[in-house]
């Protein structure tokens, strides 16, 4: 239940140095137990690092053949769609290295609604994840809004509450609104957080999150913690350096 703030001068070098974090985690997974699984978030500042582990020297240290992929959310559009958080890791990520396609587990937006293609996902992860005490995802890859959001929890949504479920229905106050969002439960269950954030736009927020000292749990972001270590990884403009 570690918490590390990691702080890059450059956002070059913030990007590289997360891709090597990831590398680090998903190599010691896969030599513990043989396999990894990742979950990955949407929103521009993860494309940063997918690039970054597209290309050498990261793309040689990844055993693409030993990831299983899931999503930490996505937005209620076909995998098509320019908005699809499937669609820009596969665009950005999985279609430029050796993933196997049966190793791609994205959120379902096919089904008939909502509820019904969050209870479906939340079968299939409970099928392939287990939330031990030893913990679940070996990698959970996290951003952040300038609300505080995280994954598709946003400030005053029910799902806050959630104990039970791994998986629900979200709606987003803007852009495409209706979305799917893994919980607290299991996020915070996961051996390892990567929480990206870049942007002197952030700033006030992870000052208020990380160095304020306020009671910061009405932020969805304030309530990360996992059963392992939970990383920040801030480039120097969102941690005001
Ligand atoms: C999404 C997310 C969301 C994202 C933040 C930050 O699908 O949009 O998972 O929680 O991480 O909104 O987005 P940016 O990286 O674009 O700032």
Known sequence: MATIVKIFPTLNMWAEA????FCGII???????????VALSGGQTPVKVFKKLAQSPWAE????????????DERWVP???EASNFG???KYLLSQTPVEPNRIFPMPTEAATPDQAAAEYE????QRISATAKGSFDLVLL???TDGHTASLFPGSPLLAERERWVGPATAPTGVKQRLTLTLPLLNSAKNQLILVNGAEKQPLIERLLYSGEDVSSLPAGRLKCTGQTFWLLDAA???V
């Open 238 to 240: 969102a941690a005001g």
């Open 61 to 72: 240290s990844v055993p693409w053949d030993r990831i299983n992929w899931f999503w930490v």
């Open 143 to 145: 951003g952040m809004g």
């Open 18 to 21: 997360a891709a090597a974090e």
């Open 27 to 37: 190599e010691a997974a896969v030599a513990a137990s043989g396999i990894a699984s």
């Open 123 to 126: 079968k299939l992860l409970r």
């Open 88 to 90: 820009q890791a596969q």
């Open 79 to 81: 995998a098509e769609h």
